[in-house]
């Protein structure tokens, strides 16, 4: 399934979620793109009896549609950076803003 890219109105939210619990799901696999993608998953998880799972990239790497960082630049924990490098207007803010924010509140709470 497909949402549409604008806000869905609580009456779609509604058949979405109709139609996903028709199929009785054990985990449904969402991929809208961080954070919407989060947010939906969240709410998913929560409404229906199922796991639902953000996967960021992960359909495009299968698709074939962007291409996946080669094994040792994964293997060093630096996949980021590669894909920072492949799409910079789009993710800089994520990995260079998001990430340390994100660093600073798990600083912050003690780790």
Do not use: C, H
């Amino acid at each position: 399934m497909s949402p549409p890219f604008s806000a869905m109105s609580p009456r779609e939210y509604e058949s979405q979620d109709r139609r996903i619990e028709d199929t009785n799901p054990d985990i449904v696999w969402v991929g809208l793109g961080t954070p919407k993608q989060d947010f939906e998953a969240q709410r998913l998880a929560t409404a229906g009896n199922f796991f639902a799972v953000a996967v960021g990239a992960a359909f495009d790497f299968s698709a074939g549609t962007k291409k996946e960082a080669p094994r040792w630049i994964t293997a060093l924990g630096f996949e980021w950076l590669f894909r920072l490098a492949a799409e910079p207007k789009r993710l800089w803010r994520r990995y260079l803003i998001g990430n340390f924010v994100f660093l600073y509140s798990v600083i912050r709470r003690g780790l």
